[in-house]
């Protein structure tokens, strides 16, 4: 394992712990080392591997898009496990170019190492709670290894589902559940007799069981529904609007099954959940008209505790939220301005800001780890345990001055919401849930 994917590992288990508010693993594995292909949805651009390798702990490859390597990131991307996957809108000779790298994930396998490859092949602009077809590229992987080493090694291969309420949300939530590994061993009949029939099938049983491990809407109009419902219903994976008495498994299993029940819908029942989500449009625009979320309007009446306990948290933490200020200020700024101006999908925006932010605030505050050490009054030991555990502090000072930074916004938007007539709105969501009763079953 190189020295810079051992660093990253460690450093993003334990940003990632300050990010998210609740990290859940479905069927953790309990080894560093396997010959397992792991298959995952692409929710998150380039916040999926990141959360997938710093959360579980096999060591892990990762087939990333090669129009991302060039000769001054190739490098840095070689040390931490990133493999370059040709695609036919890269415009290369695609054959030729993955042969090669074929050869490379052979002897990756081979050693005994594992590889994450995300099967839908591209992500969405905007989260939607689906899942695309599975490529047959990470069978192909598997089968041409099983070949290199003559079918006497055991490889398999597993699908993952990655569930996000928000990866752009700080203080969000994400879910990682694991599927049942297939032992690509026991095709090598099939194989043999027709290989184009054996990658089919065990690309179809792959996307069957990840089907069950994401929230899988299959109409995108429905998705859109389907979000707001989870919203209004409080029971889902909706990022804000959430019953805090359940744990983030519930809301998943919630959501999943909702999904599942408007796949299933007839025509007459289609109808009426369409025509509720008409309704629901509606209600939407009453929200926008108002300048208020969901989220506001259920806590208008008791949001001045919540203002209050926020602003007392604020002023107990103010001599952090100082450090935190200095420490990661002005980089937090500046790199939330260029990733926005640069990158014109969102999506990519939290994973680019989470990775430039690691490597700004570590090599920024870097200086600190060896001046403080200098200028401390006690005994050089006793200083450089000081140094050190006042640097990896760093990370959480930032993290309370993007909490406080939150809490100053949320005390200003209470100014304006308390300020306003919400008895007609309220009226409206009470309307609205009447109707959901009538059209939603009980889950």
């Known amino acids: 394992m190189r020295f810079l994917y051992l660093f990253l590992w ?7 712990r300050l990010y998210f508010r609740k990290i859940k693993i479905i069927n953790p594995s309990d080894y560093l080392f396997g010959r397992t292909i792991f298959v995952s949805n692409h929710q998150g651009s380039f916040m999926d591997p990141l959360i997938i390798a710093s959360q579980r702990k096999p060591v892990v490859y990762f087939m990333t898009r090669s129009d991302v390597f060039n000769k001054f990131t190739r490098p840095i991307l070689w040390a931490v496990h990133m493999l370059p996957i040709y695609r036919q809108r890269d415009g290369v000779d695609t054959k030729e170019k993955n042969t090669k790298i074929f050869e490379k994930t052979n002897r990756v396998l081979f050693r005994k190492r594992n590889i994450l490859i995300f099967g839908e092949g591209f992500t969405d602009d905007r989260i939607q709670r689906r899942l ?11 089968f041409s290894a099983l070949d290199y080493c003559n079918w006497e090694k055991e490889i398999f291969i597993q699908g993952l589902g990655v569930n996000y309420t928000d990866f752009n949300l700080r203080g969000s939530d994400v879910l990682i559940a694991a599927g049942s590994k297939i032992r690509l061993n026991d095709f090598q009949k099939e194989y043999e007799e027709n290989s184009a029939k054996a990658i089919t099938e065990v690309t179809r049983l792959l996307e069957a069981d990840m089907r069950k491990l994401v929230t899988d809407v299959h109409d995108t109009e429905l998705a859109d529904i389907h979000e707001e419902l989870m919203m209004l219903t409080r029971k889902g994976m909706h990022p804000t609007c959430f019953d805090r008495r359940l744990s983030i498994e519930a809301r998943w299993k919630y959501s999943i099954k909702l999904a599942d029940w408007m796949n299933s819908l007839g ?13 629901l449009n509606q209600y939407k625009t009453q929200l926008s008209a108002l300048n208020v979320t969901e989220q506001e309007r259920y806590l208008s009446k008791s949001n001045a505790w919540n203002v209050s306990w926020k602003f007392m948290r604020f002023v107990c933490l103010f001599p952090f939220f100082l450090l935190g200020a200095v420490h990661a200020g002005p980089t937090y700024l500046l790199i939330k301005r260029w990733v926005e101006t640069k990158f014109k999908r969102p999506v990519f925006w939290g994973s680019t800001k989470k990775v430039t932010s690691i490597f700004a605030a570590f090599f ?5 780890l060896f001046i403080l050490p200098l200028v401390l009054p006690w005994a050089v030991e006793l200083n450089w345990t000081i140094s050190i555990s006042y640097f990896l502090c760093v990370g959480l000072f930032a993290q309370v001055f ?9 005390i200003k938007r209470y100014q304006k919401v308390k300020s306003l007539d919400l008895s007609g709105l309220n009226r409206s969501h009470q309307e609205l849930m009447n109707e959901i009763h009538k059209v939603l079953p009980l889950l």
């Open 10 to 16: 460690f450093a993003f288990q334990y940003s990632f």
């Open 132 to 142: 695309h077809p599975i490529k047959k590229g990470p069978a192909r992987i598997g």
């Open 267 to 279: 025509e007459d029942q289609l109808g009426s959940l369409k025509a509720l989500g008409i309704k």
């Open 364 to 368: 920024i505050n870097l200086p600190v």
């Open 402 to 410: 993007l909490l406080g930074l939150s809490d100053l916004a949320s």
